[in-house]
């Protein structure tokens, strides 16, 4: 499978909050428990799988629900910044798996009531083998029926509308960090290339400390391509909105998904002469 650049690196995961800290993680948390508990008679999933964990800053509302957290990453970095977050949680603590999603097995080949993967990461995703070996994974993780979401880039909105350029400023641990993000587009992947160039400044914001850079490759999906693959690898589609902003489905930036691991996958059987066999495609 092709593994994307190194990214969310040693440099980059310890500085990662400080860029998102008006992201509301609570916030995120509850549309997704209100989605379950919808649609699952109003119960909380026993048990998630967090996937692209992150520093952990959804794990942690979860955790405190009392939920079972699978935690799983395939950044060594930042799960150790997650491990730092959620050590609190000594009663109920998150089980760590440091590894491609595509290839998760949980612990014990236990199988969740639910799965998550939050912040556009399925977009890391940019190969066919990959996206399509995730889904077809995903299955086995979680338990008949068990429910599957995720928040992606709309296509719709980034293919015309993404910045090429821009700057965000963090003070992180007293030092003033600048990000710059080139953005270009690779439509051969369905994605963005964007280039992160990361300066690192003394508390003054006048010596440079250090400088590093990471690009990331990530793919945008539109609401029918996700809802399509999702029903192609066995889940049916609950729900399919625009997540965190009020726009419509065509016109959002993020948008999310929310689906049920059907009970058997449907099989695709092409009618051949003289078969009673049916075709299901076009
Ligand atoms: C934008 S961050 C989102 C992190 C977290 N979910 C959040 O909401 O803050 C994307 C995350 O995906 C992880 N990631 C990228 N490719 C992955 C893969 N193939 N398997 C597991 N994690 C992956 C990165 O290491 C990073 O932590």
Request: with cysteine.
């Amino acid at each position: 499978m092709e593994q994307i650049t190194q990214v969310f690196s040693p440099h980059y995961a310890p500085l990662y909050d400080g860029f998102y800290q008006d992201k509301d993680y609570a916030a995120e948390i509850a549309i997704l428990l209100a989605l379950y508990g919808r649609f699952a008679e109003g119960a909380l999933p026993n048990s998630l799988i967090d996937l692209a964990v992150g520093t952990g800053k959804h794990a942690e509302h979860l955790l405190a629900a009392g939920i079972r957290v699978y935690a799983n990453d395939i950044s060594a970095e930042m799960i150790s910044v997650a491990k730092e977050r959620l050590g609190r949680f000594q009663s109920n603590p998150p089980i760590f798996s440091c590894g491609p999603m595509e290839t998760l097995r949980l612990a014990g080949n236990a199988k969740a009531d639910c799965a998550a993967a939050f912040f556009t990461a399925l977009g890391y995703l940019v190969s066919p083998e990959s996206l399509a070996g995730f889904f077809a994974n995903l299955r086995e993780n979680l338990r008949p029926g068990g429910y599957f979401f995720c928040d992606v880039w709309n296509g719709r909105q980034m293919i015309k509308n993404y910045a090429p350029q821009r700057v965000k400023q963090a003070q992180v641990a007293g030092y003033l960090v600048e990000r710059v993000s080139l953005t270009s587009e690779q439509a051969d992947r369905n994605a963005l290339r964007v280039e992160f160039i990361f300066t690192v400044k003394d508390p003054e914001g006048k010596k440079i400390v250090t400088t590093f850079s990471e690009t990331h490759l990530v793919r945008y999906f539109s609401p029918a391509e996700l809802s399509t693959l999702a029903w192609a690898y066995g889940f049916e589609v609950l729900a399919c909105t625009p997540f965190g902003e009020e726009s419509t489905l065509a016109d959002c930036w993020n948008f999310s998904l929310f689906a049920r691991s059907r009970a058997k996958k449907i099989s695709f059987i092409h009618s051949t002469a003289g078969s009673s066999e049916t075709s299901r495609t076009p």
